[in-house]
C-alpha cells in the first residue's frame, strides 16, 4: 500500500472520530459510530509505522517472570491527537503484561488490536441496590460495587473493535497473550478528573468454585474498588506514525 494510503488512513479515522463525537447525542450518532468502526477495522500496525517488539513470551516464561518487570514500564502510551470530544494513541503491552481491570465513566470507547493477541474482559456496573446478596467478607474496606460480568474474549488483528459505552462494557481488563501486543485507542470524551472522568480501578471478588470449570457468563458479580496497582504503571513513547491534523 502506498505511504500515502496509509497517512491519510489514520487521518480519515481522526476526521471521523471527530465528526462522531462532537454529538454523542445527536441524531446521527449511530451512523456515525459506525462509519469509525469500519475506518478503524481497515488500520493495521504497518499504517503506524509499528512492528511487534519487546521480549517473547518464551524469554519470560525461562526467567521466571517478565524480563521488563522492574525495569521498564510493562505498557507504554503513544499520543496521536486529542480534541476535547476525543483521544487516539496506541497502547503497547509487552509479554505478560496486563492493564487492570478499570473504567471509563461516562465515556465511550474503541479498541483495535494492531499486533499480538489481546484477552480482553468487559463488564458492566449494575444499579445501586440490585445485589441480591452483600458482599463477600474478602471484600475487606474498600469500595464494592456490584457487576454484571459479560465477557471475556480473545482480540487479534483479524478481530473488528472492541466498543464500549458509558452503560455497556464500561469496566474492562486487557492481558497480552503469549508475547507482546499494541491496540490502537479512541476515547470519548478523553480522562479529566475536573469533569468527573478520573480512572478507578477495580479488583473482582470471586466466591469458592462451584466446579472445576468457570463459572458461565454472563454472571453478577462484586468488584472493590483498589489503588493502582503497584506493579503497573504507563510510560510514554514517541509516535512513529503519520502526522494526524485536526
Known sequence: MPRDNMASLIQRVARQARITFRSPAGPAFGENLHRLQQLLDEVRAEDLHLAPRGPSAAAAAAGGGPPWAGVVPPVSYMH?????????????????????????????????????????????????????????????????????????????????????????????????????????DILAPPYDPQHGRDCHYYRLLEGPPAGAEPPALPREVWLVETPQAADFWCGGEPYPGPRVCL
Do not use: W
Not at 104 to 119: A, D, F, I, Q, S
Not at 146 to 174: E, G, K, M, V, W
Open 80 to 184: 496521536i491527537c486529542e480534541t476535547e470530544s476525543f483521544s487516539m494513541g496506541v497502547f503497547l503491552l509487552r509479554s505478560g503484561a496486563c492493564i487492570p481491570l478499570h473504567d471509563h465513566p461516562g465515556m465511550n470507547g474503541m479498541l483495535k488490536v494492531l499486533y499480538g493477541t489481546l484477552r480482553i474482559a468487559c463488564m458492566d456496573t449494575l444499579p445501586a441496590g440490585a445485589a441480591a446478596a452483600p458482599p463477600p467478607p474478602a471484600a475487606g474496606s474498600g469500595p464494592c460495587l456490584r457487576a454484571l460480568f459479560r465477557s471475556r474474549q480473545h482480540y487479534t488483528p483479524a478481530s473488528p473493535p472492541c466498543l464500549l459505552s458509558p452503560h455497556t462494557d464500561n469496566l474492562h481488563q486487557i492481558d497480552a497473550v503469549d508475547g507482546p501486543a499494541a491496540f490502537l
